[in-house]
């Protein structure tokens, strides 16, 4: 299932296995200029494909190696000849065969492996530059892309929400905040999420996501230091864990931003 959207000149595509999966089910790509930023989830890859005919897609940027970013890869390289470029860190791992939670495996589905190039700095395209900005907090190989003349910043999995209430085991909390303070830093116009909708106010948006999670990171110092455990800090500051823990194997949980947060505290 794919809807778009056109912002400008940048069209976002919306994907989902089902039409009513809840929105947290969906991903986003977003195409400009030739450059498509993410190739969504396999159950999407061949419509995906279809979608782009004629669109003039040249190349394609994964912002990480996660399999609802990168699952069309391969679909569009046999189609179009595109080139697909990505963190040094993410070659190797979309290059090989994904293993999957269940979940996932039910949501996205498995991505066929694909070969991708090492990004640099900047990609151009005929009309832009789109400045690379390493944001390693979701995943080492992480990155946005940021369009300085137009104030467009591609956020991949980085911003979701003022508020999040969950994260995967491989989140570095602490450098999430820090990827979202170096991204208010540029100033953008527009932010283009993939796993939420296009936000218009980010500078609004981005400090309340910041004072948000400087508050959890100090109220979580402050209760280890008074001698709770992990599990006693989560009750006191989430309270109980929410379903989508037990629909993930505790993939995604509120547990897992504490433990985020208490690891400079490990010997
Ligand atoms: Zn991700």
Partial sequence: MIESKAYGEVLQIRMSRY???PPAMW?????VDGLLM???PAYTAQELTDFLKDRGVKTV???HYHEDHISANKFLQDAYGVEIFAHPLAIDKIKRPASLYPYQEEVWGYPIPSLVKPIGDFVETGKYRFEV???PGHDLDH???FERSQGWLFTGDLYVTTRPMASRPMFDMPQILEDLKKVRALNPRIIFPAPAHVVTEPAEKLDKAIDYLEKVDI???ELHSRGMDTEQIRQEIFGAESIIAEMTQ??????NIVKSFLKKYEQ
Avoid: E, M, W
């Avoid at 991903?27 to 195409?31: F, I, K, R, S």
């Avoid at 505790?250 to 547990?255: A, G, N, P, R």
């Fill in 19 to 21: 039409p009513d999966f």
């Fill in 27 to 31: 991903v986003c790509a977003y195409l």
């Fill in 38 to 40: 993410d190739s969504g």
């Fill in 61 to 63: 940027v994964n912002t």
């Fill in 133 to 135: 900005i390493p944001t």
């Fill in 143 to 145: 990155i946005c892309l």
């Fill in 219 to 221: 109220r979580v110092a």
């Fill in 250 to 255: 505790q993939q995604f949980s509120s547990l």
